[in-house]
Every structure is written in structure tokens, then in C-alpha cells.
């Protein structure tokens, strides 16, 4: 009797075999089941990475590309830029140019160049007046707007004796015909109206650059001291044919040649 339940007790200690390897397939299955989701989720993990990365790269992508336009487009905007900056350079020089022109042009008008008699009118070879009565009958002089004009052989710088006034002095002589009138040299403004010891009218010109023309003659002043005058325009006129005058020009107060200034159209 005590026998059969030492047996019992043996047999209740021990599981079956078949139920050992269900239990240890549980197990196995379990550590499967475990990985796998481990796996699945490492996976899920990398996936997700994977696609935070893309999603980086393509807006690091467009962001490329978007600077790369960026880039083209400031290289065309420079090159434009640099292409109106020649243009303007160019016209700048142009106008500049032009500018230096105008005011060389503007400074050539403040320089005594011009004839100053309006109508017929002759420069004296010499200082030594003729008496008009000694000329020819008829003798017409030339019209210094579009005739020829005889020139003095030398300056008259040094004295040399007039027929108006026995007196000596620099500066060209000049006769004119009937109606014929003094002319501004030259741009300048009027600085003196006189007259001097013999009575005739002294008429001095500034030109602001040097320059001072001096018109002297007995003659009828059409300016007063302090008017600004254009060249051209008239100073001085006489009422008697064969009338004379003496025309000066001084440079920076020395007097000059008034023949290496003045430009004669023949």
C-alpha cells in the first residue's frame, strides 16, 4: 500500500515530455514574437529617419536650387548693371566732352578775336595817317564782314607819329567808310567811358581772362561803364567818312599785337 503511493507521488513530480516541449516552443515563440517586434520597430525607427532625412535633403535640395537661381539671376543683374554703367560711362564721357567743348567755345568768346569795325574800313599800313582828302575819288574801303583787309606791315607798339593829334602810341589804326561802326571784340564787360586830353572817347573793355580791349577815336559811345557787352556788338560810332580810331588790346597788362589776335575774314 505504501508502495503505490511513493509511485503516485514520483508520477505527479514529473511533467510529460510532450508538454516540456510545448513549453519550451511557448518560450521560443515568445522570444520570436519578442524580436521580430523588436526588429519591426527598429525598422518603423529607421523608416521614419529615413524618410526625415529625405524629406531634409529635398527641401535642402530646393533650397540648392533656389540659390543656384538666386545666383544666376544677381550674375544677369550685374551684367546688366555693368553693361548700363558703360552706357552711362560712355555717355558721361560724351557730355563731358561735349561740356569741355561748349566751354572752350564760351571761353573763345571772351577772347578780342573779332574785327571790331562793322562795314568798310581799311587797317593804315603805317602809323602815319593819310589826309582822306589825299585819296582817290570814288576809292571805296572794304567791307571787313566779307572783304579782304590790308594789313599793317609792322606793329606800331613803339611811338609813331598821327596825323589827329602829332601824338604817338601802340595799338593799329584802322579808317573807316560812311556808316560804318565799332564793334565789342570780344564778351566782356565795360569797365571805362572817357575821354581823353584831346577829347576823344575812350571806351575800355574786361574781357575776365586777361584780355582788355581799348577803342579810342572821336567818335559817339553807344555803351556806358558797367554794361555788359556780347561780341559784336556795337561800342562806338563816327558821323564823318574816313574817320579814324585806335584799337589796343592788352593781355595781363602788357600790350599786345592786336594783328596775332584779331581774326580777318578776306
Known sequence: ????????????????????????????LVAALALLIYQ????????????ETAGTAAVLRE????ANQSLAD????????????????TAL???????DGIKAEAARTFVPTLYPVKGGS?????????????EEDGEELPDHGAGEVAVAD??????????????????????????????????????????????RTVITIDHENGYISIYSG?????????????????????FEEGARFNYRIQYEGNEADPMSVMEING
Do not use: C, H
Open 1 to 28: 500500500m505504501w508502495e503505490n503511493e511513493d509511485n503516485k507521488s514520483e508520477e505527479s513530480g514529473n511533467l510529460p515530455p510532450f508538454l516540456v516541449l510545448a513549453l519550451v516552443m511557448a518560450v521560443f
Open 40 to 51: 519591426f520597430n527598429t525598422i518603423e525607427e529607421d523608416r521614419k529617419a529615413y524618410a
Open 63 to 66: 533650397n540648392l536650387l533656389a
Open 74 to 89: 544677381m550674375t544677369e543683374e550685374k551684367e546688366n548693371l555693368r553693361k548700363e554703367n558703360e552706357a552711362l560711362s
Open 93 to 99: 564721357n560724351s557730355k563731358s566732352e561735349e561740356l
Open 122 to 134: 581799311m587797317i593804315e599800313q603805317d602809323a602815319e595817317a593819310e589826309d582822306p582828302a589825299e
Open 154 to 199: 609792322d606793329y606800331q607798339e613803339d611811338d609813331a607819329e598821327t596825323e589827329d593829334d602829332g601824338e604817338k602810341g601802340p595799338g593799329v589804326y584802322i579808317r573807316l567808310s560812311e556808316g560804318a561802326y565799332v564793334i565789342a571784340a570780344a564778351t566782356g564787360n565795360v569797365t571805362g567811358v572817357s575821354y581823353d586830353e584831346k577829347g
Open 218 to 238: 572821336n567818335a559817339k559811345a553807344l555803351v556806358s561803364e558797367g554794361d555788359r557787352v556780347y561780341g559784336g556788338a556795337a561800342v562806338m560810332v563816327f
